[in-house]
Structure formats: C-alpha cells, structure tokens
C-alpha cells in the first residue's frame, strides 16, 4: 500500500519560514519524480516544485526564488523549504510521487499552512 504522509504545516507569522516533509512508503521512493504542490480555497491546484530521481530540480511560475525541494532517498522523504512566507502562501500543500513510464502517480492528504499575524 502506498503511502504519502505529509507533515510540517501550520500557523506561521508572515516572512516566517517553513519545512515540509513528505515520507513515502509502498514505492521505491528513489525512482520517483517527487513534487510538491499547493491548493488555496477557490483555486486550482498548482506545482510548486518537482525534484526528479536524478536530483534535477524545476520550479512553478509563482515561487519567487522562496521554495526550496530536496529529497533524502535514504529516507524515503522529500523536503520542501519556504521562506518569506506571505499570507497568499496559505494553502494545503501535498506531496505527489509520480513514475511516468510505469504509469503511477500518488497523492498524499496535505498538509495546512495558514500564514496570518
């Protein structure tokens, strides 16, 4: 069973920072391309970041050089940093593992971040 299990949300002042964690389970976590996406009320969902299995790293239109993916595969985790946060930054943030030629692409249940003095 494959399992996507984020953590590290919550209450954060602006130009606060961040780190969200992703633990996968069920995969063979260093194959997969590892993406972090966000979605705030009334919006559609959209890519914050993508790490592949190579470590190549690639980037949405909307994060301003203030996101940072990485990815431990000794742990199955991949990590996503944000810095200066602001309150259009508050949204449920997932975690998507995705193997294209193998046609698998998982979620997980995301993880709230709400940025408000």
């Known amino acids: 069973q494959v399992q996507l299990v984020e953590s590290g949300g919550g209450l954060v002042q602006p130009g606060g920072s961040l780190r969200l964690s992703c633990v996968a389970s069920?995969?063979?976590?260093?194959?997969?391309?590892m993406s972090w996406y966000r979605q705030a009320p009334g919006n559609q969902r959209e890519l914050i970041a993508r790490?592949?299995?190579?470590?190549?790293?690639h980037y949405g239109d909307s994060t301003e050089g203030r996101f940072t993916v990485s990815r431990d595969n000794a742990e199955n985790t991949v990590y996503l940093q944000i810095d200066s946060l602001k309150p259009d930054d508050t949204a449920v943030y997932y975690c998507?593992?995705?193997?294209?030629?193998?046609?698998?692409?998982?979620w997980g249940q995301g993880t709230q971040v709400t940025v408000s003095s």
């Open positions: 069920g995969i063979r976590f260093s194959i997969y391309a």
């Open positions: 790490i592949n299995s190579a470590g190549r790293t």
């Open positions: 998507n593992a995705q193997h294209t030629l193998a046609g698998d692409n998982y």
